[in-house]
């Protein structure tokens, strides 16, 4: 059984580290240290994804889990220091206002914060309407463009959520991007309890740029070409107010979620035999797990599906609330459960391919 407090621990590393999508450098080497020891092989491809593969039989079995988090890019810095930005990933303007945000210079972090018009001189009809990010600007504390060069910020500098992970009551936490360090904890948990079995060949991929098109998935599934692809991501629950349960029937804290569809089919749609087994398993090992079957969104599954003449391919998740916000939610059980998952399906994909 996988350790609660140990993969809160790991939770809380990865959610804290700063990586958005095509930057993941610092939240890689997070994962090396956590992995190196426990694998027979450890690389970076050319894309970025971080490899680990663990030896064995066949079949083969690729399990990934995306490293990269919504952000922000300077795109101009105005004549009094004000940073306009570009937003890199699927963010909801609304989520972005009045954020505090650090800044990944080469001259090192600066912190600054999302500044609006204020409410105060608004326009009545102003008021009633969203603010677009168009709108919003990035304040370092900068009086001129130039003092905010001096400081290292300037265009293609990347920017994300100054956010620390927390606890709230039960078993639950919050924080920024547990979509998807929720799916990495998950993983690196899994590699390090099954190391030293003799299994099948396990190849642990932490991708990039699944936020911005899914783009680690496809190059590695391609270069590594398993017998059976996992994703390991998070998939949004129907239990809290603003949403129905005809909307997502997934709830936190009644175990991993096992996809069946995503994205209306137009994600993946879980291969038969993938479905079985996942099913199968948790059936087999006590392991309480839903059934998901949404018309938005989708994970690495998808991209490693189309790969090459097809790799049958599914999806794990952890149900978790807010995502895409810097209060992300979920059930710690639910995270050590989806790892207990993910080991004993390892275990038994012999039975299935």
């Known amino acids: 059984m996988t350790d609660i407090k140990k993969i809160k621990s790991l939770l809380e590393k990865l959610s804290n580290a700063h990586g958005i999508s095509g930057y993941e450098g610092g939240v890689r080497e997070v994962i090396k240290k956590e992995v190196e020891s426990c694998v027979d092989e450890l690389k970076i491809d050319n894309f970025g994804n971080l490899i680990a593969i663990k030896k064995g039989k066949s079949p083969s079995v690729m399990i990934a889990a995306h490293m990269d988090e919504i952000?922000?890019?300077?795109?101009?810095?105005?004549?009094?220091?004000?940073?306009?930005?570009?937003?890199?990933?699927?963010?909801?303007?609304?989520?972005?206002?009045?954020?505090?945000?650090?800044?990944?210079?080469?001259?090192?972090?600066?912190?600054?914060?999302?500044?609006?018009?204020?409410?105060?001189?608004?326009?009545?009809?102003?008021?009633?309407?969203?603010?677009?990010?168009?709108?919003?600007?990035?304040?370092?504390?900068?009086?001129?463009?130039?003092?905010?060069?001096?400081?290292?910020?300037?265009?293609?500098?990347?920017?994300?959520?100054?956010?620390?992970?927390?606890?709230?009551?039960?078993?639950?936490?919050?924080?920024?991007?547990?979509?998807?360090?929720?799916?990495?904890a998950v993983l690196i948990t899994a590699l390090q309890r099954i190391a030293g079995m003799k299994l099948t060949s396990v190849m642990g991929v932490f991708t990039v740029q699944e936020e911005v098109g899914l783009k680690g998935a496809r190059t590695s599934a391609f270069g590594l070409n398993p017998d059976v692809g996992i994703a390991i991501?998070?998939?949004?629950?129907?239990?809290?107010?603003?949403?129905?349960?005809?909307?997502?029937?997934?709830?936190?804290?009644?175990?991993?979620s096992i996809t069946v569809m995503d994205a209306g089919?137009?994600?993946?749609?879980?291969?038969?035999?993938?479905?079985?087994?996942?099913?199968?398993?948790?059936?087999?090992?006590?392991?309480?797990?839903?059934?998901?079957?949404?018309?938005?969104?989708?994970?690495?599954?998808?991209?490693?599906?189309?790969?090459?003449e097809g790799i049958p391919s599914g999806v794990i998740s952890v149900a978790t609330r807010y995502i895409h916000t810097p209060v992300e939610v979920l059930s710690l059980k639910d995270l050590a459960q989806t790892a207990d998952l993910v080991v004993e399906a390892i275990k038994s994909v012999g039975s299935y391919f």
């Not at 810095?77 to 945000?101: H, M, P, S, Y």
């Not at 998070?234 to 175990?255: F, Q």
């Open 71 to 184: 952000g922000l890019m300077v795109k101009y810095i105005d004549d009094e220091g004000f940073v306009r930005f570009a937003k890199v990933g699927g963010w909801f303007d609304q989520t972005l206002v009045n954020q505090r945000v650090l800044l990944h210079t080469k001259k090192g972090t600066v912190t600054g914060v999302l500044g609006s018009k204020p409410v105060h001189v608004m326009k009545s009809e102003d008021k009633k309407k969203a603010i677009e990010a168009k709108d919003m600007f990035i304040d370092v504390g900068a009086s001129s463009r130039d003092e905010a060069t001096a400081m290292g910020v300037e265009p293609g500098v990347t920017a994300s959520l100054d956010q620390k992970l927390a606890e709230l009551a039960n078993d639950r936490v919050t924080g920024k991007a547990f979509d998807d360090r929720a799916g990495g």
């Open 233 to 256: 991501d998070t998939c949004i629950p129907g239990d809290h107010p603003g949403i129905k349960k005809t909307d997502s029937a997934v709830e936190i804290g009644k175990g991993p």
């Open 265 to 308: 089919g137009r994600g993946v749609i879980t291969h038969p035999r993938v479905l079985e087994w996942l099913c199968e398993t948790a059936k087999a090992k006590g392991i309480p797990y839903q059934m998901d079957v949404t018309e938005s969104g989708t994970t690495d599954a998808s991209a490693i599906s189309l790969t090459r």
